[in-house]
């Protein structure tokens, strides 16, 4: 979604440029698209990897979606938002035993997480023992959901698709029995639910559908033998900016059928969900400025365009081809007007290397100092940015729905330097 152009550019004059920019106003607008698909008491969660800046996290819970983080670091800016480990809930297939024990501790501290997801065998046994030897007992048990391997093929690229029976991520039917078999009589760990992630970006629900089929007939064949599972996390994926994708109304409608034929008696009574993109990727903009403009390099005269902003602070085109609408703020120095000439333009940016392209786009003519706009990019931008080249952290700067700027985190925040 396109910001207003005047309040862009107020971004650049206030905040300078390469500037995240998040509307909130749209941010809600996507939260409430997920509430009405799932309802109360669907249990919502917001997957901090899309984008993990405290004040969006904070954003995220107002809107009722607890933080779902995947690391110590995302637990410590879930916390940074102050928000309790009530609400929080840890998964991820990287957990190191400090993560682990992190986990254990806020249980000693009285303040467990909502519960944490268990990607292997090798980690439930880790977690296990660093919970005896903590002297965690079962009456103070951890509740744990075990994520499971769908073995579907995701409708879309094959860098998003997580839940194919070759993927690194969940257990396979035999691993989850071997996996339950080993929580003993007196273990620490409580199994509460099953978990699967399919992918992100899905272009249709076919997929989705199945694996929360097969996660629900695993959930029904276990819970006789498991009278503590209750919950069945279905992850995320919905898509955004695809054109022609499913909303989430239709995840929801293709859950409701693939319940049906489940057994009431057998079914969770707990279930959630944990979109990340889906609530951010249309709030987020990027301001940039043009840095040169190289005429006569590219057949028929197309011009070639290095801007200030690049896969140092969007990596998605350089890493899977992902590709961002920019717009124009100001052509020749003035603020862009309504029908002016436009022509196929390539973008780049700024990083020394080749890869750092962002793609051809229909531009009026540009030149060094002129704004332009990044869309689309409130999602896997500012959380998967990196310092290469010496470059500091971009400001993430906040548009309230009454129109107001608010800083959300200053230029070079936990970077190398400070811009002045």
């Not at 944490?116 to 030897?133: N, P, T």
């Not at 081809?321 to 920019?326: D, L, N, S």
């Amino acid at each position: 979604m396109l910001l207003p152009a005047a309040a862009l550019i107020e971004v650049a004059e206030r905040f300078g440029t390469p500037t995240y920019v998040t509307d909130i106003a749209e941010l809600r607008r996507c939260a409430e698209r997920v509430r009405r698909a799932f309802p109360d008491p669907w249990l919502r969660q917001y997957s901090l990897k899309a984008n993990d800046v405290p004040a969006i996290v904070a954003e995220t819970a107002a809107c009722g979606f607890g933080p779902n983080v995947v690391s110590r670091g995302e637990w410590a800016l879930a916390a940074e938002a102050r928000l309790s480990n009530d609400r929080i809930s840890l998964e991820g297939v990287g957990k190191t035993d400090a993560d682990l024990d992190a986990a254990v501790r806020a249980v000693h501290r009285g303040a467990p997480l909502r519960w944490v997801s268990i990607e292997s065998l090798d980690e439930l046994a880790a977690f296990q023992r660093i919970a005896l030897e903590a002297g965690v007992l079962s009456a103070a048990a951890i509740d744990v959901l075990f994520r499971v391997n769908p073995g579907v093929e995701p409708e879309t690229t094959a860098g998003l698709a997580v839940g194919h029976a070759s993927s690194k991520f969940g257990m396979t039917a035999d691993e989850l029995a071997r996996a339950i078999a080993a929580l003993e009589t007196g273990s620490p760990l409580r199994l509460v639910g099953l978990h699967l992630h399919v992918g992100s970006q899905l272009a249709a629900v076919n997929a989705w559908q199945a694996a929360v089929r097969h996660a629900l007939d695993l959930f029904a064949q276990w819970q006789p033998r498991v009278p503590t599972l209750t919950t069945l996390d279905v992850g995320g994926g919905f898509p955004s900016g695809v054109p022609g994708a499913p909303e989430p109304a239709d995840f929801a409608r293709a859950f409701d059928q693939a319940i049906t034929g489940i057994a009431r008696d057998r079914r969770p009574t707990v279930m959630a969900i944990e979109p990340g993109r889906f609530l951010t990727a249309t709030a987020g903009s990027i301001v940039a400025t043009v840095l040169h403009v190289r005429s006569g390099r590219l057949k028929a005269g197309e011009p070639l365009v290095v801007i200030d902003a690049g896969m140092t602070e969007l990596i998605r085109p350089a890493l899977y081809g992902a590709r961002h609408p920019i717009v124009a703020l100001t052509s020749m120095g003035r603020p862009v007007a309504a029908g002016g000439a436009e022509r196929d333009t390539t973008v780049e940016g700024p990083i020394c290397e080749s890869t750092d392209q962002l793609g051809r786009h229909r531009l009026p003519p540009l030149q060094r100092g002129d704004l332009v706009a990044i869309l689309e990019a409130g999602a896997y931008a500012s959380s998967m940015s990196s310092r290469y080249n010496g470059r500091p952290r971009p400001a993430e700067v906040l548009l309230e729905p009454d129109g107001r700027l608010r800083l959300g985190r200053p230029r070079g925040h936990a970077g190398i330097w400070q811009q002045a």
